[in-house]
């Protein structure tokens, strides 16, 4: 294993690559900044979130072979904030002895929404049951069949992010909105809450993980808008969202953080959405909610450090600072102070210049010892923050 921590640590020789530079590699590096560790990272945007805060910045496309090789070529171990990224140059980099976390193939199941649910579905991990479709044609003809029922959730096999590539499909009438694209048909199921676990291993394979928590989505984007910690289900469907993720962790024999989606389905049963092998979203409350974050497991992983227990300090509400719907132009933030005021508010602007409709600005931890109080002080957030377009 070519990842000895004390070679990356206070070392200019060694360099640990990251792919994509969104919020999640911005935290990332800042995580790898307290252990003095030298980062790149490689972006397709001159203004990514992350430039700032990284030594070296490189511009490039993930999903292109000749720029995620190039970019390899370059550091001692690589890691990334996406899935989306060229499997093949990874494959060559990894052929060629480079350490990267996920490792590739995981990746590569991962990254492909058909090949997730069939990997779910060797592994006898409960999920929804599904179609695979080549195209829109073979989704008619499954219809006309029988085969597949209305209503149903249509997903693109890759690329999708954030709610995009996902329709749900209630009637014949609604087909004229169902993507052209290689998918997968899911059963729509009856959904009382959506949760995430978040979990680590490290290279002796021993598992830490963060308590579920508990996802609430903006109806019109899609997208996930805020976070509750910790969940409120009860303590029985809490230790089996965490037994049923450390189970999928050793089913793909992962090294460093994976986050499971789930569904609590209204019948009071859990079924696994969707994983990703990198940080998440439904993480960022951990920076200042747990004694360690997402991104600080993720840097002792790859590095082959020791995990720590996670244990929260505080219950904690996050919202993510969301564009507003059909405005785009340069960001402005108003009422920041008014928010700012409030006692146990945490503000990570990501430094995104342009905003678009539900494109992720920033985020906001609140943490209070009483959930409720926290929950009050994110309706006012919501009532009083506005992201304007100018
Ligand atoms: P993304 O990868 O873009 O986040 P997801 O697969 O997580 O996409 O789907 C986005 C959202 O769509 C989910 O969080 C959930 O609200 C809804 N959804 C996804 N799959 C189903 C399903 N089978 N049944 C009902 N709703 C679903």
């Not at 929404?113 to 195209?135: D, H």
């Not at 953080?257 to 990703?276: D, P, R, S, W, Y």
């Amino acid at each position: 294993m070519s990842s000895v921590p004390s070679q990356f640590i206070s070392s200019r020789d060694k360099k640990i690559g990251i792919i994509a530079g969104g919020q999640l590699g911005k935290l990332l590096c800042l995580s790898a900044s307290n252990l003095d560790v030298e980062v790149s990272v490689m972006d397709g945007s001159e203004n990514a979130p992350a430039k700032a805060v990284c030594q070296n910045f490189v511009l490039g496309n993930y999903a292109n072979y000749e720029d995620v090789y190039r970019f390899g070529k370059t550091v001692d171990l690589l890691t990334l904030e996406l899935e989306h990224v060229n499997i093949d140059a990874l494959l060559k980099l990894k052929q060629e002895g480079l350490t990267i976390f996920p490792d590739p193939e995981i990746l590569k199941t991962i990254q492909d929404k058909g090949l997730q649910k069939a990997f779910f579905k060797a592994k006898n991990l409960p999920s929804s049951s599904f179609q695979l479709v080549k195209n829109k044609a073979e989704l008619e003809a499954l219809i006309d069949k029988g085969i597949i029922d209305f209503p149903f959730v249509q997903k693109s096999r890759k690329g999708g992010y954030d709610g995009k590539g996902v329709a749900l499909i209630k009637n014949r009438l609604q087909l004229s909105q169902a993507f052209d694209t290689a998918s997968v048909i899911e059963q729509n199921v009856e959904i009382e809450k959506e949760l995430s676990v978040i979990l680590c291993r490290d290279q002796q394979k021993n598992i830490q993980y963060f308590e579920p928590v508990e996802m609430v989505f903006n109806a019109d984007g899609n997208l996930v808008e805020k976070l509750i910690s910790p969940a409120q289900i009860s303590d029985e469907i809490k230790k089996q969202s965490i037994e049923l993720s450390k189970q999928i962790m050793e089913c793909f024999d992962l090294v460093g953080l994976l986050a499971v989606e789930l569904f609590l389905t209204k019948q009071g049963t859990l079924l696994i959405n969707e994983v990703a092998p990198r940080p998440h979203n439904s993480g960022h409350h951990t920076i200042e909610a747990n004694l360690y974050s997402q991104y600080d497991l993720q840097m002792r992983a790859v590095l082959n450090l020791p995990l720590p227990q996670t244990k929260e300090r505080s219950a904690a509400v996050m919202l993510n600072i969301l564009g507003a719907d059909q405005r785009q132009g340069h960001v402005e933030y108003k009422n920041i102070d008014k928010c700012i005021a409030l006692q146990g508010v945490y503000f990570h602007i990501y430094g995104k210049k342009i905003t678009k409709p539900f494109r992720k600005m920033g985020h906001i931890t609140i943490l209070d010892d009483q959930l409720e109080n926290a929950l009050e002080k994110a309706d006012y957030i919501q009532k009083h923050l506005i992201v304007e377009a100018t």
